[in-house]
């Protein structure tokens, strides 16, 4: 080998080392790009549950405590239920269709996997209402122990109008629904059933001896969705934070190698030289105890 090409070797690997360099950290750095995006539609995502959360928080504060109005002021048909009206009190007039009363199961009620009464009440207009007249805890086998019957005859309802619930994906025993799908529950009530609200009752009159427990006003609690969201744009910003370390690092480690390379090109040849695996690290925390003992020393002053 001539001594020119003898010369170009170092040149060559330290461009070749450059290239493999600049790949890493271009795969670093695109990784960090993925991961920032990734937080970034998750933060979006809490953004928007932290708004639906607050449209429900202010439609329970104007609702729930309006005035009582008579159930054809606000449902004329049985599709026509306005979402703006949900948890608005209404009063109904009708007598309880008992045959064709539901069990809605596994209700987080009272620490328990409880049942919520759901009872069909035919308005004096002929429609149908399935009203929720609260929960019961679960019994020994499939049913409750005991549900305490409705009053017969004419009865005046106040409850708090809610949209049905989801289709369920799971089925259920006799007598009873997985969820308060209306369509579902209108299978059993029969032609008439409004399918688009059901009532959460809040008193009937005249009142029987016995009723299921009253179901929770609901909660005021905005959730943790704004502060979810507020985290992952921190990891967003954590992600770069922590490529820029790692490259740093490695910068630091290669000028520490170079400054270790040009002291031991200025020995003489006869000096005795240590294997690059021990002098390296030893020069390191050498360097470290030098400034560590800089820290303690302006901190003793």
């Known amino acids: 080998m001539s001594l020119r090409e003898t010369a170009m070797v170092p040149e060559v690997a330290a461009g070749h080392s450059r290239r493999s360099t600049a790949i890493r950290w271009s795969g670093y750095i695109a990784l960090a790009i993925v991961f920032a995006v990734a937080c970034w539609f998750l933060s979006q995502w809490q953004f928007a549950r932290n708004e639906e959360r607050a449209r429900q928080l202010a439609l329970v504060a104007e609702n729930y405590d309006a005035d009582l109005v008579p159930i054809g002021d606000v449902l004329t048909g049985l599709e026509d ?53 609260g929960w019961v805890p679960p019994g020994e086998g499939t049913v409750p122990d005991e549900i305490p019957a409705p009053p017969s005859g004419e009865v005046t309802v106040t409850a708090r109008l809610r949209p049905g619930e989801a289709l369920p994906s799971r089925s259920a025993p006799e007598g009873q629904v997985p ?23 809040v008193s009937e009159d005249p009142a029987p001896a016995t009723r299921p427990n009253a179901l929770d006003a609901p909660t005021e609690d905005p959730g943790p969705h704004l502060s979810y969201a507020i985290q992952w744009i921190l990891f967003a910003i954590m992600g770069f934070v922590f490529i820029g370390y790692i490259i740093r690092t490695e910068l630091k480690v290669r000028r520490e190698d170079a400054e270790d390379a040009a002291s031991e090109a200025a020995l003489p040849d006869d000096a005795p030289r240590l294997p690059r695996r021990s002098r390296t690290p030893t020069r390191r925390r ?16």
Request: aromatic letters at 6%.
């Open 286 to 301: 050498d360097r470290d105890m030098a400034e560590e003992d800089a820290i303690l020393d302006s901190a003793g002053r």
């Open 81 to 133: 239920f306005d979402p703006g009206d949900e948890w608005r009190p209404v009063v109904l007039t009708g007598e309880y269709v008992v045959e064709d009363q539901l069990l809605a199961r596994n209700r987080p009620r009272g620490g328990t996997s409880a049942f919520e009464v759901l009872t069909p009440l035919r308005l004096e207009d002929g429609r149908i209402l399935i009203v929720d007249r």
């Open 179 to 201: 969820t308060i799908h209306l369509p579902s529950v209108a299978e059993v009530s029969g032609a008439g059933t409004i399918t688009s609200a059901y009532g959460l009752m």
